[in-house]
């Protein structure tokens, strides 16, 4: 029995996570009756995966949400997984849950030595900004982050060189894929456990009183 309470009460203290990638494959459309896919861009659902989606880096709901392509990633861009986000910026928001951004897979079309900037804001506050360079266009690359306990994520893209000249004026559009992320919860304050363990305690001496 006292197991089974230590047990217990080392779960409650214990920081309970969840790891998940989006990888955007169910918005996948495919052909009625067959295993090929539609020619579709279509946006990303608002509380899809537990987020709030804006082209708008400060996540503001009513910039729009990025839109999801499928079948176009095999032609444009390698590694994908067939379905990717494109966006010139974007955010990605959960106001009452924060989470931790751990990596993803960004490439640039059109353009070469690409910058692009990650920040991460918990509550109106920015906690993380970086920057890195996507050195060839149409390559997908997974950068590491651990943007930890924020509420709103933003990506978007800086300057580059652009593979033609005559594309100089086409957007810094990024495809986007396998987000990496994990929700937590929070650690119940030190109060909260004590008065937990007292409880728990007592009731270990009842079952131990009415044994005898």
């Not at 951004?101 to 918990?122: E, K």
Request: aromatic share 14%; proline share 5%.
């Amino acid at each position: 029995m006292r197991t089974v309470l230590f047990t217990g009460l080392l779960l409650l203290i214990a920081n309970s996570s969840f790891a998940g990638v989006i990888d955007f494959e169910d918005l996948t459309r495919y052909l009625p009756g067959t295993d090929l896919f539609l020619e579709d861009t279509q946006p990303v659902p608002d509380g899809y995966s537990g987020f709030s989606w804006s082209l708008d880096r400060t996540g503001n709901p009513l910039a729009g949400s990025p839109s999801c392509a499928t079948a176009e990633a095999f032609l444009w861009m390698d590694e994908t997984g067939f379905t990717y986000l494109y966006a010139e910026e974007l955010s990605m928001t959960n106001m009452e849950r924060p989470f931790t951004l751990t990596a993803l897979c960004v490439g640039s079309y059109f353009f070469q030595d690409q910058v692009v900037y990650a920040a991460g804001f918990s509550g109106n506050r920015v906690q993380y900004l970086e920057s890195f360079l996507i050195d060839d266009a149409f390559q997908l690359t997974r950068y590491q982050l651990g943007f930890q306990n924020i509420n709103l994520f933003a990506l978007w893209a800086g300057n580059g060189v652009p593979v033609e000249s005559f594309l100089a004026d086409f957007p810094h559009t990024l495809c986007i894929d396998n987000i990496e992320y994990e929700w937590s919860e929070p650690v119940p304050e030190p109060s909260t456990l004590l008065i937990l363990g007292t409880g728990m305690a007592g009731l270990a001496g009842l079952i131990r009183k009415y044994r005898r």
